[in-house]
């Protein structure tokens, strides 16, 4: 009774023009924990920018770099390794606690000298060249790089280096009067931020509830309050789309489309999203020693077909780990991943492989379309005779010595080479560190050119032997860029952002309307 008065009231609301203050998201996944600093899941992506700032933001509806004032009202470069910033005043935390520099310090320094293992593995895959951030006075603070740093202010810009509260968070655990990892474990489940949503109900894994936070220090959020809900099978979300307990659904596969579009109340959103899902290969794994096995997998995959019969066409798929939105970085000419069944077979030959079962993990649920990709390729491989079995688990498996082959994505954290390949795949990234794929030194010279230039004929050159040593020892396939849709009712005018990482639901002002 209470679900239905809640829809009823919404909807007397949208039919008489008033403005909606109430919505409900049913998602696929809701997250486990809620911490910017060690999260950079697809699901936790969802979450963070209602609810907290970073010092510099940026124009949204567009890739292009146009920096924005967020917590940091200007910014300048002291020296080539030295950036001082100019704090807002009279920001909030949703706890009440007004912000100074020794927030903004604690939140920078826990991540740049990162103690507590989950942020120095964030630290490690994006933030390795700064060193620490320094207070200067109450709403001055300097951050001091390890060399020349020509991304500067895209990096200060990632939601791990989000600001929250010093006093507050070392006093959830232990000694007040220090950070302990403990005041880490608790944050993630008692968020608080500087948003213009504050987080007031949080199940793990369930739900969340934000509510409007009117100590705001922008302009004020539209909505007063949405619920999320785990929903994890499609057709539980688009029944809920349909009978109204939820007002937005996302994860929508190209098949479903039809069946909400076909009802006059509601509508989808959808595009490409600026994400790769991939087939992540252990070449540590005997089996998959040798990389002619790996080149064969990778060959024996058609992926167009993939394409056409799970997303309707509406995937992109790359020749390269490259996207348009890399801007001069863009190099659709590199050919690092192809269709060649008869190559295959030669390789698998060459290889000597045994017909040894070569097992591929996957979730039932978690990527869209994720477990009937894995079917496909399975079956593609047995075309060229190779050994396949799909596991369904949902269980993250990337970091066992006995993986073999699961799907995974790839998202573009930011409009860079950097920001998406080399997230993943740079030495001692994550997919190095979960130890299931090898980089050498002159991999490493050829990540350190690419990653420090200023020049960008020198950065593509570089980025072009790196995709060639990908091409020869592989140890991932890109499959495609999917096609996400989101499902809503007719009368919400919204709408996912292309400047945003992947699945973000901004619902700040100006970002979401009703007719």
């Given at each position: 009774m209470k679900k239905l008065f809640a829809t009823t009231a919404l909807a007397s609301l949208l039919a008489t023009g008033a403005l909606a203050t109430e919505l409900t998201v049913g998602v696929a996944h809701v997250t486990g924990y809620m911490d910017p600093g060690r999260d950079h899941s697809n699901v936790g992506s969802q979450v963070y920018y209602n609810a907290f700032d970073t010092l510099i933001d940026r124009d949204h509806t567009t890739t292009d770099a146009k920096w924005v004032p967020a917590l940091a009202t200007e910014w300048h470069l002291v020296e080539p390794t030295v950036m001082e910033l100019k704090l807002r005043e009279g920001v909030k935390f949703h706890n009440g606690d007004s912000m100074t520099a020794d927030d903004v310090v604690f939140s920078l320094n826990r991540m740049l000298q990162a103690t507590f293992v989950p942020y120095q593995v964030r630290a490690r895959d994006r933030l390795g060249n700064f060193e620490r951030a320094e207070k200067v006075d109450d709403y001055t603070i300097r951050v001091y790089a390890k060399r020349e740093e020509p991304l500067w202010e895209t990096l200060l810009s990632l939601q791990q280096i989000?600001?929250?509260?010093?006093?507050?968070?070392?006093?959830?655990?232990?000694?007040?009067?220090?950070?302990?990892?403990?005041?880490?474990?608790?944050?993630?489940?008692?968020?608080?931020?500087?948003?213009?949503?504050?987080?007031?109900?949080?199940?793990p894994e369930n739900y969340f509830v934000w509510e409007r936070f009117d100590d705001?220090?922008?302009?004020?959020?539209?909505?007063?309050?949405?619920?999320?809900?785990?929903?994890?099978?499609?057709?539980?979300?688009?029944t809920a789309l349909k009978t109204g307990e939820a007002d937005i659904i996302?994860?929508?596969?190209?098949?479903?489309?039809?069946?909400?579009?076909?009802?006059?109340?509601?509508?989808?959103?959808?595009y490409a999203t600026p994400l790769f899902h991939v087939m992540i290969m252990n070449e540590n794994n005997p089996v998959l020693k040798d990389p002619r096995i790996r080149q064969a997998m990778?060959?024996?995959?058609?992926?167009?077909?993939?394409?056409?019969?799970?997303?309707?066409?509406k995937a992109i798929v790359p020749n390269s780990h490259t996207m348009k939105e890399f801007g001069e970085l863009y190099m659709p000419e590199l050919n690092t991943f192809e269709y060649n069944p008869e190559k295959a077979k030669q390789l698998l030959k060459d290889a000597g492989?045994?017909?040894?079962?070569i097992v591929f993990d996957t979730s039932a649920t978690y990527y869209t379309n994720g477990f009937l990709a894995a079917q496909a390729i399975v079956e593609m491989w047995g075309e060229v005779g190779i050994n396949g079995r799909v596991n369904t688990t949902d269980e993250w498996t990337g970091n066992k010595p006995e993986l073999m082959v699961r799907n995974w994505s790839n998202p573009m954290y930011f409009?860079?080479?950097?920001?998406?390949?080399g997230v993943m795949w740079a030495p001692n990234g994550p997919s190095e560190s979960e130890g299931r794929y090898n980089t050498n030194e002159d991999f490493a010279k050829s990540w350190e050119k690419f990653r420090f230039s200023t020049d960008v004929a020198d950065r593509k050159a570089a980025y072009a032997d790196l995709m060639e040593r990908i091409k020869q020892d592989p140890p991932f396939l890109l499959l495609y860029r999917p096609f996400e849709s989101w499902g809503m009712k007719k009368s919400i005018n919204w709408a996912p952002k292309v400047g945003h990482i992947p699945y973000v639901l901004d619902f700040r002002?100006?970002?979401i309307s009703f007719n």
């Open positions: 989000m600001i929250i509260p010093q006093k507050y968070t070392m006093a959830l655990a232990g000694d007040p009067n220090k950070a302990e990892d403990d005041d880490y474990e608790a944050f993630k489940l008692k968020p608080v931020g500087t948003g213009p949503y504050k987080v007031s109900e949080f199940v705001f220090w922008g302009e004020k959020a539209p909505l007063d309050k949405v619920t999320v809900k785990q929903m994890p099978e499609t057709a539980s979300r688009v996302n994860n929508i596969a190209p098949d479903q489309l039809p069946m909400i579009e076909a009802d006059a109340n509601l509508k989808t959103e959808g990778s060959l024996a995959v058609d992926r167009k077909t993939l394409n056409e019969a799970l997303w309707q066409g492989y045994d017909g040894s079962e409009a860079d080479p950097f920001g998406c390949f002002a100006g970002s």
